[in-house]
């Protein structure tokens, strides 16, 4: 099934903001609608609360309620919040423009816009199959709080929350096939060709003319030595959460409640190539874009800013008013307008910047990752679409690895005394996983990130190679494994 006419009226999707009800884009508003946004301000909304009026010009009661205090979508955190808005809105743009109100929407208009989504001929932008599962889970979740407000799911109990068919309503959601784990080799290889301008003999292209490589060849290399997800990473603040310089090794830090999954802060590690490829960003090109931002005047007479005072506590942040905010409470959105003042001068607190030296989005990584595997694409080299989570997959698989090694001794930089004290402290390679990513249950270390490896016959295939050390030994056992990206070569 095809779209109509990009003139079919759409769906208009808004955020409420401190200070006014923002649009999710720079279209003009029409006055009518304008009328409509200005009176929402008034409601007594959370920030960033999504607000959504129909192709009539009317706000649609249930899907505003649905954000709101009493809603479902009103439980969710402040980004995922946002991610559900966006992906709600496609899917009602889609019935939009086939005619369709969503409130009568069937299973057979919901298989279409599955097939549209992944497959359908005309589109552009096709997502992958983890994506539509994302997308499909803020479906679902919409259509079960309307049901209670008398609209009828297309969604069968029948159905899975990827809207594929199971055998039984009540079993486990199928493991999507799409998931991918990468060695250290092969991410190496993706930043080279992606993001640093080399072409697969090894040369440097001189036609690329992408100037943040090195930005983002240690966001990658953070991601993968720390196993955050995008929001958690994207957000830090230099100093204060993030080292600026590397401290040794490895580096203990603590994500803030206000970027954790969960609102639950907790204890991460930072590899030392990690710690190095940021602090190599943060010395050259970070410092740069500051310094001509400075000079271009970018900091000057910024609205609604929140700063961290270089005399004081850096827990603390303060807004125009001068009230103090917890800095482990703010949301990746209130650290998009953080600042620190040294000197009388602002700079941005966020580790991660644009070229023009403001915050950088954390959703703007899925775009520098979308560019990237387009490039390695053009080349023919035969490697699988990287995205931010599949590093925080490869994370866990390197670990669990690791990790096994360890549990039966065969990790040589640790003597027999300190492999089992760390036995008795951690249980098993898979609570260690666990730890490192910061699940609340091992079963989702298990199921969802590992299940391909539980009966990984580790031991059997160390017995031949007791003195390769750990990124050896990855190369060795998974260079053959079907959903594991390995180097290929050049």
């Not at 784990?181 to 036609?207: E, K, M």
């Not at 966001?219 to 230099?238: C, H, K, S, W």
């Not at 090109?285 to 850096?314: C, F, K, M, W």
């Amino acid at each position: 099934m095809g779209t109509s006419s990009a003139t079919t009226p759409r769906w208009r999707l808004f955020f409420h903001e401190t200070a006014s009800l923002l649009l999710d884009d720079e279209l003009p508003v029409p006055p009518e609608v304008a009328e409509i946004v200005v009176a929402a301000r008034s409601r007594p909304r959370r920030r960033s609360t999504p607000f959504f009026i129909g192709p009539e010009g009317v706000p649609d009661d249930i899907i505003n309620d649905y954000f709101g205090p009493g809603g479902s979508g009103g439980r969710l955190a402040e980004t995922s919040a946002r991610s559900y808005a966006y992906d709600i809105l496609v899917f009602l743009n889609i019935l939009q423009q086939w005619n369709v109100d969503w409130r009568d929407a069937s299973p057979a208009a919901l298989g279409d816009v599955r097939t549209w989504r992944l497959y359908g001929q005309g589109n552009e932008r096709p997502v992958g199959d983890s994506t539509w599962q994302r997308q499909a889970q803020a479906i679902s979740s919409l259509y079960s709080w309307a049901a209670t407000r008398g609209v009828q799911s297309p969604i069968p109990p029948s159905f899975d929350r990827s809207h594929r068919r199971v055998a039984d309503p009540g079993s486990a959601y199928p493991r999507s096939k799409s998931i991918k784990w990468f060695t250290a080799a092969a991410i190496a290889q993706w930043v080279n060709l992606g993001l640093r301008g080399y072409l697969p003999d090894g040369s440097v292209d001189s036609s690329y003319r992408h100037r943040s490589g090195l930005r983002d060849g240690a966001f990658v290399r953070a991601a993968y030595g720390t196993g955050l997800r995008t929001q958690e990473l994207g957000g830090l603040v230099i100093g204060a959460e993030w080292p600026a310089a590397p401290t040794g090794p490895y580096a203990t830090l603590q994500l803030p409640d206000g970027l954790a999954k969960g609102g639950i802060g907790r204890p991460f590690w930072a590899s030392a190539e990690a710690l190095s490829a940021v602090h190599s960003y943060v010395s050259t090109d970070r410092r740069l874009a500051i310094e001509t931002a400075h000079r271009r005047g970018v900091y000057q007479n910024l609205p609604d800013v929140l700063t961290l005072e270089e005399r004081d506590s850096p827990r603390f942040a303060y807004d125009a008013a001068g009230r103090r905010l917890k800095l482990n409470l703010l949301t990746p959105f209130d650290r998009q307008r953080l600042f620190i003042r040294t000197k009388d001068v602002l700079e941005p607190a966020q580790l991660w910047l644009t070229e023009q030296g403001l915050p950088l989005p954390h959703t703007a990584w899925n775009r520098v990752f979308d560019r990237a595997n387009s490039r390695v694409a053009t080349m023919g080299v035969p490697m699988s679409r990287m995205t931010p989570h599949r590093l925080r997959h490869s994370f866990a698989l390197k670990w669990f690895i690791i990790g096994r090694l360890l549990w039966i001794g065969r990790a040589s930089t640790l003597s027999q005394a300190e492999a089992d004290t760390l036995r008795d402290e951690m249980g098993s390679e898979w609570f260690l996983v666990q730890t490192l990513l910061g699940h609340r249950s091992v079963e989702t270390t298990r199921n969802t990130y590992l299940e391909p490896f539980i009966g990984l016959d580790i031991e059997s295939l160390l017995s031949q190679v007791q003195d390769k050390d750990a990124e050896q030994l990855l190369t060795l056992f998974l260079d053959k494994h079907p959903r594991v990206e390995s180097r290929t070569s050049w």
